[in-house]
């Protein structure tokens, strides 16, 4: 049965760095594509970032430049490397993964989900 586990969430003050890691167990990780969501109280689940198995990211325009997605195919593990948080990255952060899809807009796209971290930034 494939696994997405999430950890590296906290609580942390706004400008603060967090590593977020997901390590898939079952999965041929270094064939799936990659990708981290979040979902803050009230709101729907929006895209952050996704890695290709090739390593080409893609990211959301709020986290461009600020965040950063790898993977490392040798330990089944992806990363989110988030810089200079803010208040309003506040939320429930999801890995997830499928072998082809490849974009932010839907989340029903991807077939595997790890149960979330929680990131809370407070000014």
């Known amino acids: 049965q494939v696994r997405l586990v999430e950890s590296g969430g906290g609580s942390v003050q706004a400008g603060d760095s967090l590593r977020l890691s997901c390590t898939a167990s079952?999965?041929?990780?270094?064939?799936?594509?990659m990708a981290w969501f979040r979902q803050a109280p009230g709101k729907e689940r929006e895209g952050v970032a996704v890695?290709?198995?090739?390593?080409?990211?893609y990211y959301a325009d709020s986290v461009n430049g600020r965040f950063t997605i790898s993977r490392d195919n040798a330990k089944n593990t992806a990363y989110l490397q988030m810089n200079n948080l803010r208040p309003e990255d506040t939320a429930m952060y999801y890995c997830?993964?499928?072998?082809?899809?490849?974009?932010?807009?839907?989340?029903?796209?991807?077939?595997?989900w790890g149960r979330g971290t929680q990131v809370t930034v407070s000014s």
């Open positions: 997830a993964s499928d072998r082809n899809a490849l974009d932010l807009e839907f989340p029903q796209s991807y077939t595997y």
């Open positions: 079952e999965l041929k990780f270094s064939a799936y594509q």
């Open positions: 890695i290709s198995t090739g390593g080409t990211a």
